[in-house]
């Protein structure tokens, strides 16, 4: 089956004047145009490509890959506005379309947008729709605490930072625990921190538990070579300073400083931390 706004594995059926035809095992096939067909290439050899409509609403191909795909969350540039919509840069030629009835604010030209990628049933069409909560679901969560998950920083709350969660779910980056720079339309890495009673997701973007142990202590290590073996922080630093210079909490901090010195790796005084000779 060949699947719009995905990249499918096709096989290369015959070479014509306009490009390739390529197919899949159930007989489908569909055109890859000429200014898209590889340099070198054989009848029989599988491909890989993005398949979408064209401008005359034809399955076309392309080995060009979009900056957004059926079902994700993407932050994408709005390039026209006209009688039909807005019209997003994605990468392709054919702009990605979000009809007025799926902008949750009039969108503008030039201005950026989180969208998801959906097919539309009427018109078979991939189009973006700005109104993300009814693409996400918390009713139904199947994650467990300390997972690692896939992130997209949607907008920025009066607790924190609200972000979807692999495709499906809403989560909150509490503005606390937050110690590099974030901004909207982020992909980023985390991990389940707490999964409430109603479903809500606490979320955060270091490793949890023991596991921040090891990378916290690799971190500290990594600056102190770089510094020349020797820091003005230890454990009675101020938090703010522990964050400016290791983007991590001071707890963290603690464990890392703790794994270094039992590993016998650093000598803690009083005013500051430093390398000990192996």
Not at 4 to 9: E, K
Not at 51 to 66: G, Q, S
Request: glycine share 8%; with cysteine.
């Amino acid at each position: 089956m060949i699947e719009l706004g995905r990249i499918n594995n096709l096989e290369i059926l015959r070479d014509t004047s306009v490009g390739l035809f390529l197919g899949d095992e159930e007989g489908n096939d569909v055109l890859l145009p000429n200014k898209y067909v590889p340099t070198a290439y054989e009848i029989g050899e599988k491909i890989k490509v993005f398949c979408y409509l064209d401008y005359d609403e034809r399955p076309v191909a392309t080995t060009l890959e979009p900056d957004i795909m059926l079902g994700e969350f993407r932050l994408l540039q709005v390039a026209e506005v006209n009688e039909f919509g807005a019209f997003l840069q994605w990468g392709l030629e054919k702009h990605l379309l979000v009809p007025f009835r799926e902008q949750r604010v009039k969108m503008k030209e030039g201005q950026w947008y989180v969208v998801h990628c959906y097919l539309d049933e009427r018109s078979g069409r991939l189009v973006a729709s700005n109104k993300l909560d009814k693409f996400l679901s918390n009713d139904i969560i199947d994650l467990k605490e300390w997972e690692k998950v896939d992130l997209v920083v949607t907008r920025q709350t009066d607790l924190g930072w609200e972000v979807i969660v692999n495709e499906k779910h809403k989560g909150l980056v509490y503005f606390n625990e937050v110690f590099k720079p974030i901004n909207i339309g982020d992909v980023i890495p985390g991990c389940i921190k707490t999964i409430r009673k109603d479903n809500k997701l606490d979320i955060s973007l270091q490793p949890l538990g023991t596991k921040v142990l090891e990378p916290a202590a690799k971190k500290i290590y990594e600056v102190l070579v770089e510094s020349g073996g020797f820091l003005r922080l230890h454990d009675k630093s101020a938090p703010e300073e522990i964050r400016d210079v290791f983007q991590m909490s001071k707890k963290t901090f603690k464990k890392g400083l703790g794994t270094l010195y039992k590993d016998r790796k650093i000598k803690i005084e009083s005013d500051g931390i430093s390398l000990l000779d192996d």
